[in-house]
Every structure is written in structure tokens, then in C-alpha cells.
């Protein structure tokens, strides 16, 4: 039997098949002969080839898309592994150099905080309360680590100009207050202080962040005094805990706070008059005097730069007077390791070391390429000596009447308050 002869069009090709659809669906018709043609958009016929060349080459142009996504992936999951690597060790390098510290502010670092602020005074940054673990260092560690830090070079670290004094100083516009036992605690001592008319007042602790509203406030309590430690100071952690009284914590705690941060710290029984600015312009440490005799600085008002040397030899002066710390504590423990007494002790002798400050640690002095001020009784915060009833009388009844002297940018109110001796605008004893 003859093949049957191909289609006269030439369009199609007869298929000696039997089905009446092809396995894609398509249907299938007899020509004159009655053999079964594929039609013309079948895939074996040239021009449906033709379409066929396209789809395969956006599927290849696909895979090379995927291929290049996987890469580019990979590219990044590499960079971004590395460059977590470096941040690691570019912080395990600050952590452990020898040289200041150039720590980040409140709000990088979740330090200084404020818990329940109420709505006189700025909010300041929560802290990230994190879980002190000692365990991983031991007493022989946290020794080398603080010989190392205590040796290091001595490096002052400027701040960027917007936390610059208004009048040109090199003192960032900082503000720290301590407090340990928490902002709950604060708000207790403000009622009983009201009840008993001395001890802590609110409107002193506004007063000075409302005198320094374009500074940054930082309120520590212990938790965030932890945390700041275990980042920039973690050998002194055990030292810290190790003091039996809480203020013997507030007084260690405030010269790491300015090495680290730099700025001005005030006591808490401090009421400002005006901004600090002025006092501490041009100057890298600006500290107080608060006897006539002027040889002695106090801790209780002070303000430096970051990283000034002076706070490292006031930590290793209070190391070597830790051991006297632990026993039975009285005020002449407190005074002698970690409180004015210590500082007084140390800057004799550092100030010394540069030029003879005579019979007074008062005024301007250059050591270490570093301007160091110390303000005396009746400028600065200390019109009186602390013990002198007749002169803080006197300054209570001009901060009644609102006539403050010109050379003071606040008054230390020793945790007293004398306007409960002050009648209708008069003196009583």
C-alpha cells in the first residue's frame, strides 16, 4: 500500500497515528485521504520552533538572575560577618586599651537614667539593665587590668564641638547626679525632707537641670552605674560592690563617670542660680574650695573634660585606700577613701608637681598642658563653709529675696535647708 501524497498546500503532514487529539490536547483533522494532519502550530513544525526559541532563552536568563541573587547573598552575608568582626574587636580593643576610654553617650550606651521623671525635669535615658556576671574574672585579672588601665598614657579626649561650653570651654555640657538607691527612693527623701525641713529639696536638683537645659542630663541609680562599669570599667565591679555603705558607691562611682563622659557632677543638695558656662570656660578641670585656709578641694561640685589625668590618680589613691574601706566605717573612713580629704591629698600633689601652689590651692594652674581652675569659698557653689550657720542664714535670706550673688553660679545647701530660720523677710536664730 502507497503512502498517501502530501497535502496540496504543503502546510501539512500526515501522521500515521489513530488518535483524534495529540497529548498536548490539540485536535487533529483527516485531509482528503483521510490520514490524520497536525496543524500548523504544532510543536514539530518550523514556525512554533521559532516560538519555542524565546521561552527557553527567559528560562536561562532566569537561572542566571537566581544564580546571581545567591551570590550577591552570599556576598553580603560575608560582609556583614565581617564586619561584625571588626566592631567586636574594635570594642574588645577599647575595652581593654590602656588610653582613656572615648565612650559613647546615653544614648548608645544605655547608662544614665531616670525612672519615673516627673514632668519639672527633663527625661533623661533608661538604662539597659543588664546582668552583672563576675565569674569569668578573677581577682588576679581584675589586678592586671587596673594596673594596666592606671599606667596607660595619659590622653586627654576632646568631645565634638556641639558639646562645647556656650562660651568656647573644652567641658562637654553634661550634668550628672547620683543617687543609688533609685528614683523611688529620691522621691521618699524629698517627702521626709519636707516633713523635717532640711535634707533634700526637688526645686534644687530642677533648678540646676532647668539652668542646664541644653545640656544632657544623666541620673544614675545602681543599675545604671553597673552597667556603665561592666562596659568601660568592669576590673573595678567587685570593688565597687565590695564598699559596705552606699556612700562610699556614690563617692567611687563619680570619677570614673568623669574620666568616661567628662562634664560637671553636682551633689544632689546643690540648687543652682544660673548656668555654669561662664565658670567653666577655657578650662580642662574646674574643681572647689570650701575652707578660708583654701587647701582643700571637695568632691562635691567638680567638672573636667574626658579622660583628664587627675581622675586616674584620684582612682588609684582610692584603691590603696580600699582596704580601710571594708572594716567599720566612720565619717573620717569616708572623708579619707573616697572623700574630700583623698581629693585634697591628691591634687596637693599633683598640682605640685608642676608648679608650687604656695599657701593656696586657689586659682588658675597649667600642668600636663592641661588648665586646671580651683574656685574658692564664695564663688562658684560655696558662699560658706559648711559649719557656718550665721552666713548660711544670710544666704537664705537673699535666695528669698532673690538677690544672689554675681559670683556664684549656685549654693551647696549641705543637706540643710536654713529658710525655716528666716520670718518675714528677717533673720531669726
Request: overall charge positive; glycine content about 8%.
Amino acid at each position: 500500500m502507497m503512502d498517501p501524497p502530501p497535502s496540496p498546500s504543503g502546510t501539512s503532514t500526515a501522521i500515521p497515528t489513530s488518535p483524534q487529539r495529540t497529548q498536548r490536547g490539540q485536535r487533529l483533522e483527516r485531509g482528503p485521504s483521510g490520514a490524520l494532519l497536525l496543524p500548523i502550530n504544532s510543536p514539530s513544525s518550523p514556525s512554533q520552533q521559532s516560538t519555542r526559541g524565546p521561552s527557553r532563552g527567559k528560562w536561562l536568563l532566569l537561572q542566571a538572575c537566581f544564580l546571581l541573587l545567591l551570590l550577591a547573598s552570599a556576598a553580603l552575608l560575608f560582609t556583614q560577618s565581617q564586619r561584625t568582626k571588626w566592631v567586636s574587636q574594635l570594642l574588645q580593643k577599647q575595652t581593654n586599651s590602656t588610653a582613656s576610654p572615648a565612650p559613647a553617650f546615653p544614648q548608645a550606651l544605655g547608662t544614665g537614667a531616670v525612672l519615673g521623671m516627673r514632668a519639672a525635669t527633663p527625661a533623661a535615658v533608661k538604662p539597659q539593665r543588664s546582668q552583672i556576671d563576675m565569674r569569668h574574672r578573677s581577682e588576679g585579672q581584675d589586678a592586671t587590668d587596673a594596673d594596666a588601665f592606671l599606667k596607660g598614657a595619659h590622653k586627654l579626649d576632646w568631645r565634638p564641638e556641639q558639646y562645647r561650653g556656650k562660651t568656647g570651654g573644652s567641658i562637654p555640657k553634661i550634668l550628672h547626679h547620683i543617687f543609688l538607691d533609685g528614683e523611688a527612693e529620691y522621691d521618699k527623701e524629698v517627702e521626709a525632707a519636707k516633713a523635717v525641713g532640711s535634707g533634700f529639696r526637688r526645686e534644687w536638683r530642677d533648678s540646676c537641670v532647668s539652668n542646664h537645659s541644653d545640656w544632657k542630663y544623666m541620673f544614675w541609680d545602681k543599675a545604671a552605674a553597673l552597667t556603665f562599669l561592666q562596659v568601660h570599667y568592669p576590673w573595678y565591679i567587685s570593688t565597687f560592690l565590695s564598699y559596705p555603705k552606699v556612700v562610699l558607691q556614690g563617692d567611687a562611682l563619680r570619677p570614673f563617670l568623669l574620666h568616661a563622659f567628662g562634664g560637671m557632677y553636682l551633689d544632689l543638695d546643690v540648687q543652682c542660680f544660673r548656668p555654669s558656662d561662664p565658670w567653666l570656660a577655657g578650662a580642662d578641670l574646674v574643681l572647689q574650695s570650701e575652707y578660708k585656709e583654701q587647701r582643700d578641694v571637695v568632691n562635691s561640685v567638680m567638672a573636667s573634660v574626658p579622660g583628664h589625668p587627675f581622675w586616674k590618680l584620684i582612682i588609684h589613691q582610692m584603691l590603696s585606700k580600699m582596704e580601710g574601706a571594708r572594716g567599720k566605717v566612720n565619717s573620717d573612713i569616708i572623708l579619707e577613701s573616697t572623700g574630700p580629704r583623698l581629693y585634697s591629698a591628691v591634687f596637693k600633689q599633683y598640682v605640685t608637681e608642676a608648679q608650687d601652689p604656695g599657701t593656696s590651692v586657689v586659682g588658675n594652674f597649667q600642668v600636663d598642658s592641661s588648665a586646671v581652675r580651683v574656685y574658692g569659698l564664695g564663688h562658684w557653689f560655696v558662699p560658706c563653709e559648711w559649719n557656718d550657720q550665721v552666713c548660711h542664714q544670710t544666704m537664705a535670706l537673699g535666695v528669698h529675696e532673690g538677690t544672689m550673688p554675681e559670683a556664684l553660679a549656685g549654693y551647696h545647701q549641705y543637706s540643710g535647708s536654713w529658710l525655716p530660720t528666716v520670718r518675714n523677710g528677717k533673720k531669726t536664730a
